[in-house]
């Protein structure tokens, strides 16, 4: 959940170690950019079901490799956009 909200926020790194597992819930839910229904879902989901710290950790790395495989597309897509305004000059 950290590796989720850090990159979600814009200063997520000054998160502090106090927050318990509802409230980074509620802070997902407040910094989601997306569609309100789909984070509803995702926070019922997490805030429903008996979360172990083995799960949470399991959930921590499949989000941390969607945005390491979102930046890479962002990445793919600026480094072709610069190409293009090269050759364009």
């Known amino acids: 959940m950290e590796v989720v909200l850090r990159h979600l926020l814009p200063r997520g790194d000054r998160l502090g170690p106090r927050l318990g597992f509802s409230q980074k819930i509620d802070v997902l839910a407040a910094a989601w950019q997306g569609e309100g229904e789909t984070i509803d879902n995702v926070c019922a989901t997490l805030g429903g079901a ?7 950790e399991e959930i921590g790395k ?13 990445d793919a897509f600026q480094a072709k ?3 293009k ?3 364009n000059d």
């Open 81 to 83: 956009a610069q190409a």
């Open 50 to 56: 008996l979360i172990t710290q083995a799960v949470v």
């Open 62 to 74: 499949v989000f941390a490799e969607v945005v390491h495989g979102i930046k890479s597309l962002f």
């Open 85 to 87: 305004a090269i050759a």
